[in-house]
T-cell receptor, first 112, second 113 residues
Framework: DAGITQSPRHKVTETGTPVTLRCHQTENHRYMYWYRQDPGHGLRLIHY???????DKGEVSDGYSVSRSKTEDFLLTLESATSSQTSVYFC???????????FGPGTRLTVL | GQSLEQPSEVTAVEGAIVQINCTYQTSGFYGLSWYQQHDGGAPTFLSY????GLEETGRFSSFLSRSDSYGYLLLQELQMKDSASYFC??????????????FGTGTLLAVQP
């Protein structure tokens, strides 16, 4: 299995609070991605990174920001969490833009 | 807009063959991938088709017809452990970078004894 971990695995927070999710990889892959998964929507790309300090938006980026200061870590921040951001968040990595993506175990976030 | 259509649920019996279809409408297309996800787990990569035709990997095969914007995943000799959700995903580009995956909403496969 690809070495991807996500932390925390579960989190319950309140509306308006900031939340940061962490994705850590030991594969030295260049590309990293954040997705959210909701019933009826499949997986939707939030942001992705194609190198240290190089990030770009996905299809559902509003309300989220990301940072990548090291190859192995990709952080997803919800500056002010809303109930609509209750979801399961998956991180993924790929060696290049042409390779398959490997997914982390996911973080279940509940915003009350 | 961009959309992928796949059946929401499929039921089959152990040992049988099942086909999960996927039709897509996207602004760009670099290939069709399939992922498997067990309940509560992470999606795992199954197959990828960039060109028309059939790709076979063990009990699983995947087919692509770019002219029809259509693909399918074929699972043979079904086992109980194949009960999972299956997602098709188009590799598309936007913003100038490729390898952005657009996922379908998934097909829940239930394998019955």
């Amino acid at each position: 299995d690809a070495g991807i971990t996500q932390s925390p695995r579960h989190k319950v927070t309140e509306t308006g609070t900031p939340v940061t999710l962490r994705c850590h990889q030991t594969e030295n892959h260049r590309y990293m991605y954040w997705y959210r998964q909701d019933p009826g929507h499949g997986l939707r790309l939030i942001h992705y990174s194609y190198g240290v300090k190089d990030t770009d938006k996905g299809e559902v980026s509003d309300g989220y920001s990301v940072s990548r200061s090291k190859t192995e870590d990709f952080l997803l921040t919800l500056e002010s969490a809303t109930s609509s951001q209750t979801s399961v968040y998956f991180c993924a990595i790929s060696e290049s833009q042409y390779n398959e993506q490997f997914f982390g175990p996911g973080t279940r976030l509940t915003v009350l | 807009g961009q959309s992928l259509e796949q059946p929401s649920e499929v039921t089959a019996v152990e040992g049988a063959i099942v086909q999960i279809n996927c039709t897509y409408q996207t602004s760009g297309f670099y290939g069709l991938s399939w992922y498997q996800q067990h309940d509560g787990g992470a999606p795992t990569f199954l197959s990828y088709n960039a060109l028309d035709g059939l790709e076979e990997t063990g009990r699983f095969s995947s087919f692509l017809s770019r002219s029809d914007s259509y693909g399918y995943l074929l699972l043979q000799e079904l086992q109980m452990k194949d009960s999972a959700s299956y997602f098709c995903a188009v590799r598309d580009s936007y913003g100038g970078a490729t390898n952005k995956l657009i996922f379908g909403t998934g097909t829940l496969l239930a394998v019955q004894p």
